[in-house]
């Protein structure tokens, strides 16, 4: 028996029944489907099938072939749409390797980024399978689904472009691992909130200039995080504890905050927080956004007084690798489906040993330590680095009964 393959491809305005009477011609043929690829952009399809052809009149695969080709071309013309045909094309296996996602976010994004990210998949050898936009709103998001370069240089090379490049990036794998439940572990202050509760409880205290400069000596490399931060409580003693109840009133999530944690939520992940922060205000907090768990600092209080201690071991950027570790085997997630978001120096362990480390807003050394980085204000732009789309977005919150809010005109 005769065996040949057949590449068909199928473009015009899209329509339905395009597919089912483009098959339904096909199958009056003895042909097998070896793949099948369709997209739809802004209302034009492309259909393309390969098949392999099995001639039951051996030595004529020719008459066959022309057969099938007639076919399809008068479905083409009853559809109004153009088809071509290639004879002797074979299923493109190598595509299907080394696959990997790379998201690019800009606000607004600009022709250069596309370009430049681009060429960075092209000198690595990768070829562009599918480039599809993920989110419109608050920033524009578009995934690159290539293929044929390696993910740990291209990552290397577009972080080190990203100056040039104008927009943010994250580099990763697609495979299996994109789906099954996932752990996102959360930095607080400047991340989940835009304040630094030490520096509230400091103007409570009234004591934010001496605050201020133990913050700019650790800053400065002269003491470690621990040692700053019992040296900062230090001057809380005597703060009554009702100070705690305004400072919890006076902490502002970062916008999206909200969206990014019922998001996570509603998609199964498990969400945690983590903060060098005090449980007595991050707690709360933890239970407003629905999170699985939170660690902190305690702070020691007696007779309704801060004395100035904190209780137990501190979480440090040590502390923070822990929490992240301790959640994983919790949960019995693998490291390499955990994420985690963060802002600082303190924040630099937990996010090189996150499966995907992202700096938010961050300062250099936790950029450079992280996997990709978030510029804009927005933290639920973090949902689209992990490949959730805002219709997904918008899908949990009409579950959940929350209203998205409409993009500005």
Not at 128 to 135: F, G, Y
Not at 296 to 302: G, H, M, P, V
Not at 338 to 351: E, P, R, S, V, Y
Not at 397 to 402: K, L, P, S, V, W
Request: proline share 4%; glycine share 8%; aromatic share 4%.
């Amino acid at each position: 028996m005769s065996h040949e393959t057949l590449l068909l491809t199928l473009s015009g305005l899209d329509r339905p029944g395009v597919t089912r009477q483009l098959f339904t011609a096909l199958d009056d043929f003895p042909v097998t489907v070896d793949d099948v690829e369709q997209l739809v952009v802004r209302g034009r399809l492309v259909l393309s099938v390969l098949i392999s052809v099995d001639d039951p009149h051996e030595g004529a695969p020719d008459t066959m072939l022309a057969a099938i080709r007639r076919a399809i071309r008068l479905v083409a013309a009853d559809l109004d749409m153009e088809v071509a045909t290639v004879i002797g094309a074979h299923e493109d296996n190598a595509h299907r390797r080394d696959r990997i996602h790379v998201t690019v976010l800009g606000s607004p994004l600009r022709p250069r980024a596309i370009a430049e990210v681009a060429q960075e998949i092209a000198d690595r050898g990768g070829n562009i399978d599918r480039i599809r936009r993920i989110a419109s709103y608050p920033v524009t998001a578009v995934v690159f689904e290539s293929s044929g370069a390696n993910a740990t240089e291209l990552r290397h090379a577009l972080t080190a472009a990203v100056s040039r490049i104008g927009a943010d990036i994250a580099v990763q794998e697609a495979g299996l691992d994109r789906r099954g439940q996932h752990l996102v572990v959360m930095d607080v202050d400047s991340t989940v909130i835009q304040d630094e509760v030490i520096d509230l409880l400091a103007q409570e205290a009234g004591v934010m200039d001496q605050v201020s400069l133990i913050t700019e000596r650790a800053m400065a490399g002269e003491l470690d995080f621990s040692a700053s931060l019992r040296a900062r409580v230090a001057l809380l003693a005597g703060l009554p504890e009702t100070a705690l109840d305004t400072v919890r009133q006076r902490v502002t999530l970062t916008p999206g905050a909200r969206t990014l944690c019922r998001t996570l939520k509603h998609l199964g992940y498990r969400v945690c927080l983590v903060s060098g922060g005090f449980i007595e205000v991050v707690g709360p907090l933890a239970a407003s956004l629905g999170v699985d768990d939170v660690r902190a600092n305690t702070l020691e209080i007696t007779d309704g007084v801060l004395t100035g201690r904190v209780l137990g071991d501190i979480v440090d950027r040590a502390g923070k690798r822990r929490a992240l570790e301790h959640f994983a085997s919790e949960y019995e997630i693998p490291m390499r489906r955990t994420i985690a978001i963060g802002d600082g120096a303190n924040d630099i362990d937990m996010l090189e040993a996150a499966g995907l480390g992202v700096a938010f807003n961050g300062k250099a050394a936790a950029r450079a330590a992280a996997d990709a980085s978030v510029s804009v204000p927005y933290l639920d732009s973090v949902l689209y680095l992990l490949g959730i789309t805002r219709e997904e977005i918008e899908g949990a919150d009409a579950m959940t009964g929350f209203a998205t809010p409409a993009p500005p005109i």
